[in-house]
């Protein structure tokens, strides 16, 4: 709870500090304030309420009193009993009488009339200061003052402690890709007939895959090669270099485009060493390898699939 603020002040107060706004809050109200009222005016505890009333009434008690004393004091006095007393101590009861807003109104007239009977005092006659001989001038001529050079504009230093705002990044280009297009191009006619050739060699040929449904229907199961190989190879290096899939995806990922891109210079290497030999038929441990890799790279990719949509 935030305390109000007195005397330019938003700490909690003392009592001290409180008695003059409580005094005003005394005569505003014409009596005495109530602990609640001084606990709500305030913010102030029950204890440190109960303690400011309690002065309060002490010093319109005593107040009162001394108001009492100069009235009967004033009484006197106007009566022609002035006991010794001089129009100063007259003049000093009327005043505290006229000041004090609880005194009854026939006190306050019997103290205009105490006032306007009191001659005032004359004023004081001001000393009028002997007349002082004028210096003669001063022959010597008064040194010129040069202007005062500009003072150099000064940077406001920051606070050591704030932080610097970071500044903003400048804008970055994006690197443009069509040169990859350019360089894939011939890659892509270089591997394409590299595998179909190699596919002729181990067994790939013209299929009819629709017996009895589409007889017409063939296909060349050469080209499964560099479709299955190569496309998995470039999708499983994507998926690793992302950086947008678990880390279990991205590690296998990783180690399986490395294989199948070997695999792929691999098949390359052999289909020119059989063509440069003059083979018309591919060993069997390399028909062997090369009638799995459509079986491997489904596997790869159904296993690649499943770890991208995972989460660890």
């Known amino acids: ?13 003392s009592v001290e500090d409180l008695l003059d706004p409580g005094r005003q809050l005394f005569v505003r109200l014409g009596g005495p304030p109530s602990r609640n009222r001084l606990m709500r005016e305030f913010r102030i ?3 440190k309420a109960d303690e400011l009333r309690t002065r309060l009434i002490a010093e319109a008690e005593a107040a009162r009193e ?3 004393i100069d009235q009967a004091q004033l ?7 002035t006991g010794g007393a001089t129009d100063a101590d007259i003049a000093a009861a009327a005043r505290r009488i006229l000041a004090d807003p609880t005194a009854p109104d026939a006190a306050r007239e019997a103290a205009r009339d105490a006032l306007a009977d009191i001659a005032p005092d004359p004023l004081p006659v001001p000393a009028v200061p002997e007349s002082v001989p004028l210096d003669a001038p ?3 001529p008064t040194p010129e003052i040069p202007p005062a050079e500009p003072v150099a504009e000064v940077t406001p230093v920051g606070h050591p402690d704030t932080p610097t ?5 400048a804008p970055v280009r994006s690197a443009v890709v069509w040169p990859v297009v350019l360089l894939a191009l011939p890659a892509f006619v270089a591997i394409w007939s590299g595998w179909v050739g190699l596919g002729g060699l181990t067994g790939f040929g013209v299929v ?12 060349n199961s050469a080209i499964t090669l560099p479709i299955g190989v190569e496309t998995y190879g470039a999708y499983a290096l994507y998926v690793w270099l992302s950086g947008r899939v678990p880390a279990s995806a991205r590690r296998f990922a990783k180690w399986s485009a490395l294989g199948s891109l070997l695999v792929g210079a691999l098949g390359q290497v052999a289909y020119h060493l059989l063509e440069a030999a003059g083979v018309t038929s591919a060993p069997w441990w390399i028909t062997t390898a090369v009638a799995c890799l459509p079986v491997a790279v489904l596997g790869m990719g159904a296993a690649l699939a499943h770890l991208v949509h995972t989460h660890d």
């Open 165 to 169: 705002p970071p500044a903003k990044p």
């Open 45 to 47: 505890g029950a204890p």
């Open 66 to 68: 001394r108001v009492r």
């Open 75 to 81: 009484y006197n006095l106007v009566r022609g009993g």
């Open 1 to 13: 709870m935030t305390a109000p603020t007195i005397n330019g002040t938003k700490y909690p107060q």
């Open 138 to 140: 001063d022959p010597t």
């Open 208 to 219: 009819h895959p629709l017996p009895g449904i589409a007889d017409g229907f063939s296909i």
